[in-house]
Structure formats: structure tokens, C-alpha cells
């Protein structure tokens, strides 16, 4: 199993920023991909951002410039540095780990309101 340290989320105003991060224990394995997604209520997870032990990285298409994904190795920690947020980035953000097998392991949650 695969347990989850979340962090960073908040309440924030519009145009502000908020870093989250994310450590695995447990059967963590490399190459791994790890990431965050989003769930806002009433709709479907989408990807935020992933990043890989090679430093690939993907983002969804809202991000537009305004996320950042990066990892420390040696904490194998992920980090998502997220500016200019919007309303529309309210929802709760959930870290996801992939094994080289492809399962995939989901942490809990950490909520990000974005409100004046």
C-alpha cells in the first residue's frame, strides 16, 4: 500500500498563489509518474499536472502557464506551485501516485478554495 502526505491547500483570493505538496511511504517504486488532479463538486477528476522520474511533465489544458510541477528526489516530495489563481481553480486537489505497472494510488485530498 501507498499512504499519502498532502499539504498546502487553502483558502486564497483571486490573483494569489498557494504551493502544494505531496510525499509517498510506503511501496513506492521508480520509475514512478506522480501528479495532481482535480475535482470540483458535481464534476469529473481532470489532470492538473504529472511528472515523471525522467522530469516529463504534462498539464491540463486549463493550467496555461499559471502551475508549475516539480519534484525533490531524494524526498521523493512532488510540489505544485500554482499562481494566478482563479474561482474556477476551487476544488479539491488530489495527489496520485503510478507504479511502473501502472496502479495508480490516490491520496486524500487537500481543498483549494479561491474566493474574494
Known amino acids: 500500500q501507498v499512504q499519502f502526505m498532502e499539504s498546502g491547500g487553502g483558502l486564497v483570493q483571486p490573483g494569489g498563489s498557494l504551493r502544494l505538496s505531496c510525499t509517498p511511504s510506503g511501496r513506492v517504486f521508480r520509475p514512478y509518474t506522480m501528479g495532481w488532479y482535480r475535482q470540483a463538486p458535481g464534476k469529473q477528476r481532470d489532470l492538473v499536472a504529472t511528472i515523471t522520474t525522467g522530469e516529463l511533465v504534462s498539464y491540463g489544458d486549463f493550467v496555461k502557464g499559471r502551475f508549475t510541477i516539480s519534484r525533490d528526489d531524494a524526498k521523493s516530495t512532488i510540489f505544485l506551485q500554482m499562481d494566478s489563481l482563479k474561482p474556477e481553480d476551487t476544488a479539491t486537489y488530489y495527489c496520485?501516485?503510478?507504479?511502473?505497472?501502472?496502479?495508480?494510488?490516490w491520496g486524500q485530498g487537500t481543498q483549494v478554495t479561491v474566493s474574494s
Open positions: 496520485m501516485y503510478r507504479t511502473p505497472s501502472n496502479e495508480e494510488y
